[in-house]
């Protein structure tokens, strides 16, 4: 009987460590929570550079997603630069959403290629589709940056030029090769829409 006691309370531990283990911050935000998603690397002048849309919020099916400086309006950050991190409720995978777009769209790999360098786009949403699917995986020291593999594709969430020493602002966001470079690291920070 006390053997039974200790071994039941082992695999207990032993799931709670386990559970802990795979969850990942993206995967465990509450539903309401936007975001500001900021790459690792710079732009020339040492500004941080936050993943945005072109065209802001009122740009349309298949915008380019790319890096902007943070922009706000009235103490606020612009809509289109406001994600959430919407779980898919399979294997850790998310949903890249906009808050600037009414939440219709999501970020969407432009005419479902696998090819390095495919631009990275807001697309009309759609639950079923492989290619608006990412897996978060902890990456930079101490997991503090996140790396986001497309499901479709196996390649990452990447910015464009992102092998020179600086960003350019305005750069598009592409699919490459997973790397841990810099260019393929995201912070992500709290965004009040309130």
């Not at 495919?118 to 492989?130: E, I, R």
């Amino acid at each position: 009987m006390k053997l039974r006691r200790i071994v039941h309370g082992f695999v207990a531990a032993l799931m709670a460590t386990t559970a802990l283990a795979v969850v990942t911050p993206a995967a465990a935000q509450a539903a309401d929570t936007w975001l500001t998603l900021k790459v690792s690397k710079e732009a020339p002048n040492s500004d941080s550079l936050f993943m945005a849309i072109r065209g802001g919020v009122s740009a349309g099916a298949g915008a380019d997603a790319l890096v902007w400086t943070l922009s706000k309006v009235n103490g606020r950050v612009v809509g289109d630069q406001q994600w959430k991190l919407q779980p898919v409720g399979y294997a850790g995978q998310v949903w890249i959403r906009n808050a600037g777009t009414a939440n219709q769209f999501a970020l969407s790999v432009k005419g479902n290629s696998a090819a390095n360098g495919t631009p990275v786009v807001q697309w009309w949403f759609d639950a079923t589709n492989l290619y608006q699917r990412w897996l978060p995986i902890e990456v930079g020291t101490n997991g503090n940056y996140t790396q986001f593999e497309n499901v479709a594709t196996g390649k990452c969430l990447a910015v464009e030029g992102g092998g020179a020493e600086t960003i350019p602002r305005g750069a598009r966001l592409i699919l490459w090769n997973c790397t841990r470079g810099l260019d393929q690291q995201w912070a992500d920070y709290l965004a009040s829409v309130s």
